[in-house]
């Protein structure tokens, strides 16, 4: 499809996995995508399927305020990402990151912004991404609100995308599962399914998945908990998989724990709550990433 000048030409900050994944479907739906990198950049997405690879070259950014934005860069660059950005004052971003609160205070007060829930996966490192599974994503506000005017052309490029309205629920069951298996997978360096087989990782996530229940319960008495059957359905389906958390503590990256579990210790001291497991899971995390070699 060939861009028309009057659609909206959307900025990526963080061409990692999920961005360079975003930014295709963007680009299939004939929206222009530009990177922030002050030159040109190639991507490649691979399948693994018999698709052929595919190719996207992303300009540098024009000059000029930004009225589109997706932010997918990890949670702890945010604010590195977004420093002096020209937002636009009704910019509308969508947010493809892994826990909650990342963009608190970054944003101008009119943003609209836009939460992704995702259950595809991607991986590899730039400039090479490869699609692993294409599975389910969720847009949506978290005061709920009807669909942006370009929603449904994006939606006929992005295999299995909804819009949500709310998306709140979506995006607490990806939190739990996150706050279960990203840490517990990264602290023990073991794949996502190891927590299904060994009885003290069993134990130790169904504690963490109780605990977030009674945080989650405590916010809105509708949550329907359930936590410790939905991990480890996650942790069954992707039971191979390498966690986002134990790939950054792998490589002595800065890792999600704070945006993460740490949202979860945030909302428990806004209401007198103490989560002892999520309290020592994360100072477990933040110790072993302030010793990483
Ligand atoms: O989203 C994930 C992550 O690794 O960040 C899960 C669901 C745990 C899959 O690995």
Request: hydrophobic share 45%; with cysteine.
């Amino acid at each position: 499809m060939t861009p028309s000048s009057d659609l909206p030409v959307w900025h990526l900050a963080g061409a990692g996995n999920m961005g360079t994944l975003a930014a295709f479907y963007l680009r299939d739906a004939g929206f222009p995508v530009v990177g922030r990198r002050p030159s040109p950049t190639r991507k490649t997405l691979t399948f693994e399927d018999r698709r052929a690879p595919r190719t996207l070259d992303l300009p540098a950014a024009p000059a000029g305020p930004i009225r589109h934005l997706v932010v997918a860069c990890k949670t702890p660059y945010s604010a590195a990402a977004l420093a002096e950005l020209p937002l636009a004052p009704d910019v509308t971003v969508l947010r493809l990151q892994n826990g909650l609160g990342s963009l608190d205070g970054l944003l101008p007060a009119g943003a609209d912004l836009i939460e992704v829930v995702t259950t595809s996966a991607v991986k590899g490192r730039h400039p090479t991404h490869h699609l692993v599974a294409e599975n389910q994503t969720w847009m949506g506000r978290a005061r709920g609100g009807p669909a942006p005017a370009w929603f449904d052309t994006l939606a006929a490029h992005w295999p299995g995308l909804e819009w949500a309205a709310p998306i709140r629920e979506r995006q607490w069951r990806k939190l739990v599962a996150n706050a279960v298996i990203n840490p517990l997978t990264g602290l023990y360096d073991v794949p996502n399914g190891r927590l299904l087989e060994d009885p003290d990782l069993t134990a130790r996530a169904a504690w963490l998945a109780d605990e977030a229940d009674a945080l989650l319960g405590a916010l809105d008495p509708a949550w329907s908990g359930g936590s410790r059957q939905q991990v480890a359905a996650v942790a069954r389906a992707t039971a191979g998989n390498t966690s986002s958390m134990r790939a950054d503590m792998q490589r002595g990256a800065a890792t999600e724990i704070e945006a993460i579990n740490g949202w979860l210790l945030r909302q428990a001291e806004r209401l007198g709550l103490d989560l002892p497991a999520h309290r020592e899971i994360v100072a477990a995390v933040r110790d072993h990433t302030a010793t990483a070699p």
